[in-house]
């Protein structure tokens, strides 16, 4: 299970990676050793519990402004998971989505091009996924409810 430390350090990576542009970002936690998160060359998705593919729906809110997420979770046999992630603001924006990863209640989604993600964890008594939006150095809080 990652710690909460861990968790900082992978967001600091990945707004520095959107920010600067550099690939692979490597941050290093003294006494720890080197660390490399973001953007990592090869990395590779995993499949997601059965119980979470499907269609999931959330709202957040930017500048007063309501974006309305759907994400669609899907397992690809030996590629993993993979993800149709959709925000609808003012125009529909398909982020393309090149890692999707479930280590034990962890779902994380990366869109590396747009530099957006989510984290979140599922509640399975809640039939939920609460998480974060992050775009670039933004964090935004973002529930996911299944669509039915």
């Not at 959330?58 to 992630?85: C, M, S, W």
């Not at 989510?118 to 992050?134: L, M, S």
Request: overall charge positive.
């Amino acid at each position: 299970m990652e710690s909460k430390l861990d968790a900082v350090w992978r967001r600091v990576s990945k707004a520095a990676s959107s920010l600067t542009g550099l690939s692979p970002v490597i941050l290093c936690k003294p006494g720890i050793g080197r660390h490399s998160f973001s953007r990592e060359p090869g990395r590779r998705g995993t499949p997601v519990a059965k119980e979470i593919e499907g269609e999931w729906k959330g709202e957040y809110q930017i500048f007063g402004t309501p974006r309305h997420v759907t994400l669609k979770l899907a397992n690809d046999g030996q590629n993993g998971a993979t993800a149709e992630f959709v925000v609808v603001g003012k125009k529909v924006n398909n982020l393309p989505v090149d890692v999707v990863t479930q280590e034990g209640d962890l779902i994380t989604v990366d869109s590396h091009q747009t530099g957006i993600s989510y984290e979140g964890r599922f509640n399975k008594e809640a039939n939920e996924i609460k998480g974060t939006f992050f775009q670039g150095p933004i964090e935004l809080s973002l529930v996911l409810h299944k669509s039915k």
